[in-house]
């Protein structure tokens, strides 16, 4: 079956340093892949997607990569800020299947 | 901010209790899925329906049970409860046909005692 592993954290940054969190896949067919982040005391929120092969996902400075060769979508960025503190979900789906999650990455800017 | 309501936002039951969850979903969105976060967890899936019929389970026994109503609101339903159900449950909503773009709720967090 579907199914993510992404790197585990906590992992804690000072503020302007580059930041990669790894994610891999295995999946079945061709799956869409994305990037959820969860804030403190909120659901999830989709950061970024890419739905084929050598598509490059980005929103708010982060990006991610589709992978088929390596089956990864690392998400990084360049230079992070004390309010991209929080959690990052890395997640797939096939069609019209139910996203299938990490287990999650927390992610701690200091300033 | 997503346009999904949940409530409550927490509660606390009791083994063995029954606890009804709500979400209203964004006008128009005829799907919903329920996810289960445990702590330190990703979400895992529950369950899905459109247009009011389950189109979808997840590994969830079946005292986990859910409805859709024509005003786009949905409830999941948890019977007999048990300690492991303490969890952040989050429902999502989007368009049918629609598969990238899905809507997450602030969640209901759930204690069991």
């Known amino acids: 079956g579907n199914s993510v592993t992404q790197m585990e954290g906590p992992v804690t940054l000072s503020e302007e340093a580059f930041l990669t969190i790894n994610c891999t896949y295995t999946a079945t067919g061709y799956p869409s892949l994305f990037w959820y982040v969860q804030y403190p005391g909120e659901g999830l929120q989709l950061l970024l997607k890419?739905?084929?092969?050598?598509d490059k996902g980005s929103n708010k400075g982060f990006e991610a990569t589709y992978r088929k060769e390596t089956t990864s979508f690392h998400l990084e960025k360049g230079s992070v800020q004390v309010s991209d503190s929080a959690v990052y979900f890395c997640a797939l789906s096939s069609g019209n299947t139910p996203l299938v999650f990490g287990k999650g990455t927390r992610l701690s800017v200091i300033a | 901010e997503t346009g999904v309501t949940q409530s409550p936002t927490h509660l606390i039951k009791t083994r063995g209790q029954q606890v009804t969850l709500r979400c209203s979903s964004q006008s128009g969105h005829n799907t919903v899925s329920w996810y289960q976060q445990a702590l330190g967890q990703g979400p895992q899936f529950i369950f899905q329906y459109y247009r009011e019929e389950e189109n979808g389970r997840g590994n969830f026994p079946p005292r986990f049970s859910g409805l859709q109503f024509p005003n786009y609101s949905s409830e999941l339903n948890v019977n007999a409860l048990e300690l492991d159900d303490s969890a952040l449950y989050l429902c999502?909503?989007?368009?049918?046909?629609?598969?990238?773009?899905?809507?997450f709720g602030p969640g209901t967090r759930l204690t069991v005692t």
């Open positions: 999502a909503s989007r368009l049918a046909g629609d598969p990238y773009e899905q809507y």
């Open positions: 890419a739905t084929k092969a050598d």
